[in-house]
């Protein structure tokens, strides 16, 4: 045994010195080729990072942090001098005490943390070619910059934050590309198919989901960072191949919450990246394009969190491959490109580094405001609970995943606010239970920036949407107090209501008021459940239920025999809904469950387009919500295939947003009407409406032009425009992502378990005019908008428009939905309507 332990130990030993006494291996050496020459695989990526901490035991430590719905897996190198390795989980963990995000106070002056992000866009893969040069080059003992970085800072480098998308590119270029590569830009190389690599498996854009926390890399990701809670955060991209690279200051506008030392190392990176691209002769670009405004960005969710966040950007993308021959006749090549992202990459660190001190003291100053004096002029918001539990409950779920502190009203009192759903400020009565968040927290200046009503705007071209509050996207009945309410812990539930109890319901009745309810009703249907839907509000029991309301009778499920109670309770409590069971079929007010205007349900059969003419993330986002969020088969049709495909195997046909102008030829549009007309639905989204807009059986039309006030009209010679002018001029016709108040027909079943309204968020200057021939469910009337940038013509134009409607032809129907419900997952209110439109709308 004795002998065993020592063979062990001299065997350790001499791995430890092979390891040692082993060079360390460039990128080239360890792939066998020069780094640029090639796109490389995640998995050799991967496996570099991994050999570099073999060699680097007492400097890099490897944090896997999860997998890509692909299976790929989700990884973080934490770099650090051998003198703060042994003490990185106490540099983490004194970094989060300073800031008061966990109990406790640091043990030593916290250390300066960088984090690097690499390739979240997986076609702009340059950025996981030059990590691992990046990473080499830290961890060079030779290397003097490198050196004096790890001296005073911790680096986290995360080497692929979408490697579904990633590997969709570069396998897709390595079987394209020939012996040598072709810089001509006709090559094939150079033209990407659809959908691109950029997103990830389920086509969404993971950059815009830092705040919504979607999609499940973000959710990894971001839980991680809140582990680290880095002082500094660097994203890395890439753009059009003809654009020189980009680095901070960012453009106007800024967001007013970021701090003056925000706004003051902004130029200071400038600084750092300047020396370098200065010295090479490399063209560059600042204070253009890039704002620092929507939440949801690799920038902009660091800095709301306190950090230094910043973008780079790279003339490249999926376009320019291992070389292109750009418009001014240079060539673009793969080297060349690795070399810009890798000085960035040094000029942050160094910048970090230089500046590590104050870094640090600013970041614990933001997080102690936000503690003892948060920005804004909203200190305490308050969230109605009754009657919306299941919407509360999806978001003190989001705010939870957040980090954000919350809790709920301990006595009932009068108080004025401002009230998201009048948009006015009125008085109001806090009851107990009552959701309460006041911004006297660490994380404060985050949660304002998510939840107050209207972000001011210092300049109206921006890069993103305009609007995002969660009050509206979740469609809460919040209020917005000027005023610190300071909450308690969730009091004892009230006395549950004296009922008599029913050892055998008539039937079970469920209220649909959210997307819990949706989610509950798909997983019925595919267990074989028949559904009712009442058309009209009733009473029973002495409760009140809305249209739309689910009634699950045990006459109708005989075929389910002993299981039917069981089934039933079981999908109640695993989503969260109330299912009251009821011992007849007879209200007292409203129409009794055998009445025609008690529908039953279909288990739909349905269908959504993909590829050529759809735009990715919109045909990502519909099956993302049936294949994740409600659980319900879908399938997927190629565009391609649409002409063929067999449209009477499926009850409903989903049309993402796109342009459809390829796709509808003169014979599919005539084959879809009749399917439609035969009893299919027929579910069009955003852009698809154009291909059906005017034509014939379509009642969907571009409103008529109004006649102009004679006394507007001006000379030609008052209007000459002003080319310096053209891009701020273009904004007068845009809605770069507005709040507006639809005016809604919540007796139509495409609008159940609403209000007589609906915030949504309008992405496009349409101007559908109100429907003659159907069901005009949702729209747009004067005076609507709500939040966000609607420049002057945009807002004129969306007077009087339809924003959701409903058309019969002959047996089935055509549902046009202008705006989009679904939009990258967050609207969440949205999610109801869409499920409307899928099970309700045609029954």
């Known amino acids: 045994m004795k002998r065993t332990h020592l063979t062990c130990s001299l065997l350790f030993f001499s791995v430890l010195f092979t390891f040692a006494q082993t060079p360390v291996q460039n990128p080239t050496a360890y792939l066998g080729y020069s780094l640029g020459s090639q796109f490389t695989p995640h998995h050799r990526v991967v496996n570099y990072v991994e050999q570099l901490a073999r060699q680097f035991p007492r400097q890099v430590k490897l944090i896997p942090y999860g997998t890509s719905y692909e299976n790929r897996p989700l990884v973080v190198a934490v770099v650090a001098s051998e003198e703060n390795f042994p003490k990185l989980e106490e540099i983490r963990t004194n970094n989060l005490k300073s800031i008061g995000v966990m109990d406790g106070q640091p043990t030593a002056k916290p250390v300066a943390i960088g984090w690097m992000n690499y390739n979240i866009h997986g076609n702009e893969a340059v950025s996981t070619e030059a990590v691992m040069q990046v990473m080499y080059d830290l961890l060079d003992p030779q290397n003097t910059s490198s050196r004096g970085i790890l001296a005073n800072t911790v680096v986290v480098l995360d080497p692929c934050a979408n490697p579904d998308g990633f590997d969709r590119y570069v396998n897709w270029f390595n079987q394209k590309v020939g012996r040598t590569n072709n810089p001509n830009p006709n090559a094939w190389e150079h033209r990407e198919p659809w959908p691109g690599g950029r997103m990830n498996h389920y086509l969404y854009d993971l950059n815009r989901d830092w705040a919504w926390q979607v999609q499940r890399e973000s959710q990894l990701r971001t839980a991680l960072y809140q582990q680290w809670m880095p002082h500094l955060h660097a994203d890395f991209h890439e753009m059009g191949p003809n654009a020189p690279y980009y680095f901070s200051p960012a453009a106007k506008p800024f967001h007013e919450a970021i701090t003056p030392w925000q706004r003051e190392f902004q130029q200071t990176i400038g600084e750092y990246n300047r020396k370098y691209f200065d010295k090479a002769g490399w063209l560059y670009f600042t204070k253009e394009n890039f704002d620092l405004f929507y939440p949801s960005y690799g920038d902009t969710y660091p800095t709301y969190n306190g950090a230094i966040g910043m973008t780079y950007e790279q003339g490249g993308s999926g376009v320019a491959g291992l070389a292109l021959a750009k418009d001014d006749g240079d060539t673009l090549t793969l080297q060349q490109r690795i070399s810009h992202h890798v000085a960035a990459s040094v000029a942050s660190m160094e910048a970090l580094s230089a500046k590590a001190d104050r870094t640090v003291s600013e970041f614990i100053k933001f997080f102690e405001q936000a503690k003892n004096a948060p920005v804004g002029v909203y200190k305490s918001y308050v969230i109605k609970t009754k009657g919306d539990e299941g919407k509360v409950k999806a978001f003190t779920k989001y705010l939870d995943r957040q980090g954000f502190q919350y809790g709920y009203a301990g006595r009932e009192m009068l108080a004025t606010g401002y009230g998201f759903q009048s948009d006015k400020t009125e008085s109001f009565r806090v009851e107990s239970g009552d959701v309460v968040l006041n911004l006297y927290q660490p994380r404060s200046t985050m949660l304002k920036i998510l939840m107050e009503p209207k972000s001011a705007l210092e300049d109206s071209v921006t890069y993103d949407i305009t609007s995002w509050s969660l009050p509206y996207a979740y469609g809460l009945k919040a209020f917005a107090l000027k005023e610190r309410i300071n909450p308690v812990a969730k009091p004892a539930a009230p006395a549950a209501p004296q009922t008599v109890k029913i050892a055998k319901p008539y039937a079970y009745v469920v209220r649909w008021q959210s997307h819990e309810d949706a989610h509950f009703l798909a997983h019925l249907l595919q267990n074989k459940v028949r559904v009712r839907a009442a058309e009209k509000p009733f009473e029973i029991d002495g409760q009140s239920f809305g249209s739309g309301s689910l009634i699950i009778t045990r006459g109708e499920n005989t075929k389910l025999g002993g299981k039917f109670d069981q089934l039933v309770q079981e999908e109640a409590r695993d989503h969260g809904v109330t299912a009251l069971p009821v011992a007849t079929g007879y209200v007292t007010k409203g129409a009794d469950f055998g009445s025609n205007s008690v529908q039953q349900l279909k288990a739909p059969r349905i269908a959504s387009l993909a590829g050529e003419g759809t735009v990715p993330m919109a045909a990502g986002e519909v099956w993302f919500y049936f294949d994740h969020e409600i659980e319900y088969p879908i399938s997927v049709i190629s565009t391609d295939q649409l002409a063929n495909a067999r449209l009477n195997d499926f009850d409903v ?191």
């Open 653 to 843: 046909l989903i049309m993402p947003n796109g342009n459809y102008s390829r796709v509808l030829t003169e014979k599919t549009l005539a084959t879809l009407k009749s399917w439609v007309q035969a009893g299919g639905k027929l579910i069009a989204m955003e852009g698809s409406l154009s291909s059906i807009a005017g034509k014939e059986g379509f009642a969907l039309k571009q409103k008529e032009e109004e006649k102009k006030d004679k006394k507007d009209e001006k000379k030609s010679g008052d209007t000459l425009k002003v080319y310096a002018d053209r891009e701020r001029s273009a904004v007068s016709e845009e809605t770069p992502g507005s709040i507006y108040r639809v005016s809604l027909d919540n007796t139509h079943p495409l609008g159940y378990g609403f209000p007589n309204f609906y915030h949504s968020l309008v992405l496009q200057t349409t101007d559908y005019g109100y429907l003659k021939e159907g069901w005009n469910v949702g729209v747009l009337k004067k005076n609507d908008l709500v939040a966000g940038f609607a420049g002057k013509a945009a807002r004129k134009k969306l007077e009087n428009t339809l924003v959701f409607g409903v058309q019969e032809l002959g047996r089935g129907q055509v549902v046009y939905l202008v705006n989009n419900p679904l939009f990258r997952g967050f609207w969440y209110s949205g999610k109801l309507l869409f499920a409307n439109a899928v099970f309700m709308t045609g029954n």
